[in-house]
């Protein structure tokens, strides 16, 4: 069957390009998961990401993204590295942000899967999204069955646990569609009892992006608000509690991808050296990493934020 041999061939070409798990979902409206969406922006959860209430009929219906979409192919791409920064009173950064900034090096591995897809199948319209368009890449993820929605609200899976980057190939080539896997959470509260700021609902499956770390440290443009003085937890751009404490990711394997490696002095940088940043340090150390997204002001106010 053309369909089948087409699947294998391109879980075959994404595991070679270094993808570790590929899932096929049908290209279709998500009713029950606008219905959330629309819960969690009326609620203001968003905080000021004012982007999040754009595009909605696009974020809900692939095919308003590549009309005529069949398949969304959903992947994961590990960024787990057991190195963590040498100083433990070193304002800390989020791990996946060590190395290369993800968007262009997961994008470049999606174009290439792309490219070969229409070179061994043929035309094909489609098209590529790493985190940077309206596209419900967990609920996507879930459908293909990478994963489900742990009450941290993060994709996590039975075999590596949530250490992953999410990207999805939208396109009209129909595929063999997988069915989601059962959540795992069980009665497990770890994340919700860990999260410094409680921005994870009692209940947990609600985040309240407004009061997480990430938000505060790379979203939000203005200041950070007083009242989260005391519950920063040391963290300047971006924050793993949720994961880390996760029972799940004692799965997780270091990633076999030399461009997530950290800048060599990233990780043995002490507490001074960080509140004596300079813009040419950070330049260097940050040359093509996400960190660059929050500019070397920004994240010299986390710094300041969580030092006085």
């Given amino acids: 069957m053309p369909i089948q041999h087409h699947s294998e061939l391109i879980r075959q070409e994404a595991s070679r390009l270094g993808f570790e798990f590929v899932g096929f979902a049908r290209a279709e409206q998500m009713n029950e998961e606008a219905r959330r969406l629309e819960k969690w922006l009326e609620q203001g959860a968003h905080g000021r990401m004012a982007y999040m209430e754009n595009y909605f009929d696009l974020r809900i219906d692939p095919t308003k993204l590549?009309?005529?979409?069949?398949?969304v192919i959903c992947l994961t791409f590990n960024y787990f590295n057991p190195d963590k920064q040498q100083d433990p009173e070193a304002p800390k950064i989020a791990s996946y942000a060590y190395g290369e900034d993800y968007h262009h090096v997961v994008k470049d591995k999606l174009k290439a899967l792309l490219a070969f897809m229409r070179s061994e199948i043929g035309d094909i319209d489609g098209r590529c999204f790493v985190d940077s368009a309206?596209?419900?890449?967990?609920e996507w993820a879930r459908r293909a069955g990478l994963g489900w929605n742990g009450r941290n609200t993060l994709t996590i899976n039975p075999k590596r646990g949530s250490f992953f980057f999410l990207a999805e190939i939208i396109c009209d080539l129909p595929l063999v569609y997988d069915d989601p896997i059962r959540d795992h959470c069980g009665t497990c509260r770890r994340c919700i009892d860990a999260c410094p700021t409680e921005a994870i609902s009692p209940e947990g499956y609600f985040l309240d992006a407004s009061k997480c770390i990430s938000y505060l440290t790379i979203e939000l443009r203005d200041h950070i608000p007083a009242a989260f003085k005391t519950q920063m937890d040391g963290w300047m751009f971006g924050c793993d509690v949720c994961?880390?404490?996760?029972?799940w990711n004692r799965f997780a394997e270091r990633h076999a991808e030399p461009a997530l490696e950290p800048?060599?002095?990233?990780?043995?940088?002490?507490?001074r050296d960080w509140q004596e940043l300079t813009e040419e340090v950070f330049g260097r150390v940050f040359k093509k990493s996400a960190v660059k997204r929050?500019?070397?002001e920004g994240l010299k106010r986390n710094i300041g934020f969580i030092e006085k």
């Fill in 66 to 71: 590549v009309p005529g979409a069949k398949t």
């Fill in 243 to 247: 994961q880390d404490v996760c029972p």
């Fill in 294 to 296: 929050v500019k070397f």
């Fill in 134 to 138: 309206p596209v419900m890449e967990r």
């Fill in 263 to 271: 800048h060599p002095d990233l990780l043995s940088m002490s507490r």
